[in-house]
């Protein structure tokens, strides 16, 4: 069966839901293919635990349905849906040993001793925690319990694994360890997963498919790579990856490139990604690794609109190293990342550089508007 | 060099000086006289004036099938009391821990603690006004064609266990609700998303969680109903038969202080092996216990 033909895991369709005046999830579709990784990524407040709890069954939509598997979840409660969600917090059961955990559901199910405790056995193993079985949950690293509690879900063999922000309560090393972890394991089960983050790196690296999500709409869903070469809102451009945002009005049109000029009155060029009129206020998005820096003219790409400006500071991060320039004329700050070849590595603070950006790279908005 | 054995006896001595009041209260009220009632509970007089070392006050309670009778029955209307208390405690704790939010919560609290703002007496007395035959709901009862003409509903085992229970609520609802408000609600929405229903969930996951609260209510209420003497005496009348009683009649009405003495150490050796059992029962320790109370 191919994938995009056979019935999607999850199918969303015009879910709304409706906290007193705020609208948390405004009509919002989409459906999830089996066996992919689907990110909801967007800021805190944004609707997307409201979603995810939605699926899990903990909130009821007021309008619309939720599709799991083909079937409607309409009056279905959580412990009758197909579905298991890891916790934020993991939500382990402290008072039982870790095999005990994960042998929790298939005693729900009415699965007998014996065979649960070789089921959660196994499934420990192939998480990587084979003979932790009889642990204590407190005797666990955070990495440890993130995959109990994975392990616990996966048991039960759900057609769908909702996982709300498993990743945020562990440090910054452990979390890019379990960012692989979480992608290796859901390529080995083969489990759809539905992720909810508002760390966008996170989203980038897992996922097959990303939903931003912003005011209970989703701004754009697409691949990693579209949200973040082909942002379809200027939400999506601010929010995914890092990006310099330059508002201005539009001066002129030459094709699809906008000439925008800043209230100051620099004048850079950017791709319209809808069509903008001259004269209206626009958002323009420079990515830092865009832009080129150059000591001379020479030094830039040929036919790139060049720009000057002083070395603010600079921002040493290893391969994510960026200087923060002022454009000599307008003081506007412009960020740009250092060449990964160490070259510009003598870079000093007040320094005169020049740079230049491929107008194509940058992408030019109408001023405030987002869409769903 | 060694600098830390000054700071450290100053530091002990510091200790011990503000827990001098305490340790005075303990050894003044609760050590000295438990000390002096055992040394009376183990003479007999054999004339006036002429006392024996001897255990025949303990042999008069063994010999004496209605001591034996009343004691065994003050410790089963105790436990029954307390488990009662624990039944009705525990959805209470659960509202006000798990349900009701802000200022609710806070309300239902203190309806819990009105009652105890009356002394004991004036409680009790209520209730007999209530549940005398010439009182308020024997009244209603005939008013409402329930019975024809007005029960006594005083001076029942029930009337007892009622105004038990009445009485103890609170001392159970208070370490419930801290042991309940400290239990994570996602866990019980895990158990619930892999599959629980409300009754494995309450045995799997609140109980256990609420162990140490639980038997801190229970210890604490069957401690106080065990030794309760107005409740049992007013709502029970001559009927009542709490081993208290005894001890004050002992004491007061027949002047017998050693059988009195006897009486109350037997009453303290059942307290402390009732607790005992509870915990080894519930699995839990002494001191992570008292920490909920």
């Known amino acids: ?372 | 060099m060694d600098d830390t054995a000054g700071p450290a006896w100053q530091r002990r001595l510091m200790v011990g000086l503000l827990l001098a009041p305490a340790l005075l209260w303990l050894f003044a009220l609760i050590v000295l006289p438990h000390v002096d009632l055992a040394l009376l509970s183990l003479r007999e007089r054999t004339a006036p004036r002429e006392y024996v070392t001897s255990l025949a006050q303990y042999r008069t309670f063994f010999g004496e099938p209605l001591y034996w009778h009343i004691f065994v029955r003050t410790a089963v209307m105790s436990l029954i009391s307390t488990l009662l208390t624990l039944l009705i405690a525990f959805p209470i704790a659960w509202t006000i821990a798990k349900l009701a939010r802000g200022r609710l919560g806070t309300l239902l609290f203190i309806v819990c603690l009105i009652p105890f703002w009356v002394s004991e007496t004036v409680r009790t007395l209520g209730w007999m006004i209530l549940l005398r035959e010439s009182g308020v709901l024997p009244g209603i009862l005939v008013h409402l064609g329930i019975t024809a003409v007005p029960v006594e509903l005083l001076y029942h085992d029930a009337t007892i266990l009622v105004g038990l229970v009445y009485t103890s609520l609170l001392f159970m609802v208070v370490p419930l609700v801290s042991s309940l408000e400290s239990l994570d609600n996602s866990l019980i929405e895990a158990a619930y998303d892999l599959g629980g229903n409300g009754l494995s969930i309450l045995r799997q996951i609140v109980i256990p969680h609420a162990l140490p609260g639980i038997t801190a209510g229970c210890i604490v209420v069957f401690m106080l109903t065990l030794g309760n003497y107005l409740t049992p005496t007013l709502l029970g009348g001559t009927s009542s038969q709490w081993f208290t009683e005894q001890i004050y009649t002992q004491f007061i009405t027949r002047f017998n202080w050693e059988q009195g003495a006897a009486f109350g150490f037997l009453l303290l050796a059942l307290s402390t092996s009732m607790v005992w059992v509870g915990l080894k029962l519930s699995g839990q320790r002494f001191s992570d216990v008292m920490r909920r109370t």
């Open chain 1, 1 to 372: 069966m191919n994938a995009t033909t056979a019935t999607p895991d999850l199918k969303v369709s015009s879910a709304v839901k409706r906290f007193g005046d705020h609208l948390a999830v405004d009509e919002l579709s989409f459906s999830v293919a089996r066996g992919s990784f689907f990110s909801i990524l967007g800021p805190s407040g944004c609707g997307k635990t409201t979603l995810l709890r939605m699926i899990a069954g903990f909130i009821q939509p007021d309008a619309g349905d939720i599709l799991i598997g083909g079937r409607s979840m309409r009056g279905v409660a959580p412990n009758r849906r197909p579905v298991n969600m890891v916790f934020q917090q993991l939500a382990l059961f402290p008072m039982m040993s870790v095999g005990e955990n994960v042998a929790f559901g298939l005693a729900r199910r009415g699965v007998g001793r014996a065979e649960r405790t070789g089921k959660a056995a196994e499934m420990l193993e192939r998480v990587g925690l084979g003979g932790a079985a009889r642990k204590k949950v407190d005797e666990l690293s955070g990495g440890q319990r993130q995959r109990v509690a994975i392990a616990r879900s996966l048991v039960l063999e759900p057609t769908l694994l909702l996982l709300d922000e498993p990743l945020g309560a562990l440090d910054l090393k452990l979390r890019e360890h379990m960012k692989i972890e979480l992608k290796q394991l859901q390529a080995a089960f083969g489990t759809t997963f539905v992720y909810i983050t508002h760390d966008q790196s996170e989203a980038l690296v897992l996922s097959d498919h990303v939903g931003v999500m912003n005011h209970g709409r989703f701004e754009q869903l697409g691949t990693p790579q579209q949200l973040y070469y082909e942002p379809a809102t200027p939400f999506v451009a601010g929010f995914v990856g890092a990006n310099n945002r330059i508002t201005g009005r539009a001066r002129a049109l030459n094709g699809s490139v906008v000439e925008v000029a800043t209230a100051d009155g620099w004048v850079i060029h950017a791709r319209a990604s809808t069509p903008v009129s001259v004269g209206s206020a626009v958002e323009a998005f420079v990515r830092p690794e865009a832009a080129t820096l150059g000591r001379t003219a020479a030094e830039l790409p040929a036919g790139q609109p060049s720009h000057a400006g002083e070395v603010e500071s600079l921002l040493f991060d290893g391969a994510n190293s960026a200087v923060l320039l002022r454009e000599s004329a307008t003081r506007f700050e412009f960020r740009i990342a250092l060449p990964q070849t160490g070259r510009y590595a003598d870079l000093k603070v007040g320094e005169r550089i020049l740079f230049s950006f491929d107008p194509d790279r940058a992408v030019c908005f109408p001023a405030g508007v987002s869409h769903g």
